[in-house]
């Protein structure tokens, strides 16, 4: 890995190869309710001191809390386009340069991937797009992989592993993707995955079924998570990133 891309890996990934990220993006997509989000830099403040390694967020949260990064990485969405008012999900494409996101002082981007569906070809050729200015600028990137049409209904194990796979064959240098549901399915994508791999933590969930899927993840070879609702809907997010901290690093 290149000097400065290994610079900025280390910002997102710990000692120990492993990270704890919170997700605070989904205000672009107009998510409702924003719970603790409604304050982003009161929730960075405290996810980060509780121990998050590091922030994926958007553009406008970057810009206005610029200063609460210095003690975690970010990671910044590049792509977007629509919401849930308009509701067509698969419409996403890249709207932001990974320059854009360096001047922002990014140590990543995340671009989304869409596998299955009549959106596919389009999506993976907005993600080649990133993954080819992340190679000039040096910059690590995020493919999250989603699953839609037919497949998205039926998200087996199976194509949750070729989703993951095409994430990392696209050029991605980590992959966020959703709990295939048992351990030794999870353990089967991260071992057919050649780069790391973070759980995603989806929509809202009991807290012991989060903590319960991320301990799970990470015994099947997960090099960390990616949550966000189950964070910043959480009545005390900093007890929620404190719990998953422990897992992902064994403190």
Not at 75 to 100: E, H
Request: with cysteine; hydrophobic share 50%.
């Amino acid at each position: 890995m290149n000097n400065i891309k290994s610079l900025r890996w280390h910002r997102i990934f710990g000692a120990d190869n492993r990270t704890v990220v919170i997700a605070m993006d989904h205000g672009l997509f107009g998510a409702s309710p924003l719970g603790n989000l409604r304050d982003p830099g009161n929730l960075i403040a405290q996810v980060v001191a509780a121990g998050a390694d590091a922030i994926l967020t958007s553009p406008g949260i970057a810009s206005a809390y610029g200063g609460a990064f210095r003690r975690a990485g970010l990671i910044l969405r590049v792509d977007g386009g629509t919401t849930r008012l308009g509701g067509n999900w698969g419409a996403m494409s890249q709207l932001f340069s990974v320059a854009d996101a360096v001047r922002l002082g990014a140590d990543a981007v995340v671009a989304m991937g869409f596998i299955g569906g009549a959106e596919e070809q389009a999506s993976l050729a907005s993600l080649a797009a990133v993954a080819r200015e992340c190679l000039e600028w040096r910059v690590p990137l995020l493919a999250e992989m989603m699953l839609m049409g037919a497949a998205g209904e039926n998200a087996s194990a199976e194509n949750l592993l070729t989703a993951a796979r095409i994430g990392a064959e696209m050029g991605a240098d980590f992959i966020k993707i959703a709990y295939t549901g048992t351990p030794e399915s999870f353990q089967s994508l991260t071992a057919s995955c050649f780069v790391p791999v973070l759980m995603l933590g989806g929509d809202s969930k009991a807290e012991t079924e989060i903590l319960g899927q991320a301990q799970d993840a990470i015994r099947a070879g997960a090099a960390g998570v990616a949550l966000g609702r189950n964070v910043w809907q959480h009545p005390d997010p900093a007890k929620i990133t404190r719990a998953i901290a422990e897992i992902v690093h064994g403190k």
